[in-house]
T-cell receptor
Framework: DAKTTQPNSMESNEEEPVHLPCNHS???????IHWYRQLPSQGPEYVIH???SNVNNRMASLAIAEDRKSSTLILHRATLRDAAVYYCILSPLTTSGTYKYIFGTGTRLKVLA | DGGITQSPKYLFRKEGQNVTLSCEQNLNHDAMYWYRQDPGQGLRLIYY???????QKGDIAEGYSVSREKKESFPLTVTSAQKNPTAFYLCASSIGITREQYFGPGTRLTVT
């Protein structure tokens, strides 16, 4: 299964943009790229996902490299509530026809007031 | 409100006992999943089910069992065969043909 590599931790100042990188050099053509975030002792929360093109939603933007071997989650203005562990996840199609997530260890984002 | 519920939030058991974790969803999702999370680690897939009465092993299924008798429910049993059962357990669901998963709040199981 394809894996993702993320920095263990990052820091950002409040109200500044944050760029969280993810490497997935063994990604296959049908793997979507997902981003979730997790607060302590809570379940992960969906942030954004994409396949080839850059994506925007109310929470964040996802920039995907042309060769798809890396991607970047962009939080346009970090707030204290954005402090969490961010997971970059690939979702390969299984033989049974559903999708499974491959989680890495994620990036712990610290936001400084 | 639609969502996923897991109960209880905290669960304590003695070693050698089986324990069942509850997961219920009212999102009308076809697929459901169980994950395990150890401290400082990402989530690992235990079992998943795409439809009622059907489920598949994930990456770490040994020592666990599941059932899917109803679309809304996907209970996980941690058996005495699971060597290191203490962990944070997360249930998730998704609409069958999409890939976005919705997670429950989790159950923290401690076995002593």
């Amino acid at each position: 299964d394809a894996k993702t590599t993320q920095p263990n931790s990052m820091e950002s100042n409040e109200e500044e943009p944050v760029h969280l990188p993810c490497n997935h050099s063994t990604i296959s053509g049908t793997d979507y790229i997902h981003w979730y975030r997790q607060l302590p002792s809570q379940g992960p929360e969906y942030v954004i996902h994409g396949l080839t093109s850059n994506v925007n939603n109310r929470m964040a933007s996802l920039a995907i490299a042309e060769d798809r071997k890396s991607s970047t989650l962009i939080l346009h203005r970090a707030t204290l509530r954005d402090a969490a562990v961010y997971y970059c996840i690939l979702s390969p199609l299984t033989t049974s026809g559903t999708y499974k997530y491959i989680f890495g260890t994620g990036t712990r984002l610290k936001v400084l007031a | 409100d639609g969502g996923i519920t897991q109960s209880p939030k905290y669960l304590f058991r003695k070693e050698g006992q089986n324990v069942t974790l509850s997961c219920e969803q009212n999102l009308n999702h076809d697929a459901m999943y169980w994950y395990r999370q150890d401290p400082g680690q990402g989530l690992r897939l235990i079992y998943y089910s795409q439809i009622v009465n059907d489920f598949q092993k994930g990456d770490i299924a040994e020592g666990y069992s599941v059932s899917r008798e109803k679309k809304e429910s996907f209970p996980l049993t941690v058996t005495s065969a699971q060597k290191n059962p203490t962990a944070f357990y997360l249930c998730a669901s998704s609409i069958g043909i999409t890939r976005e998963q919705y997670f429950g709040p989790g159950t923290r199981l401690t076995v002593t």
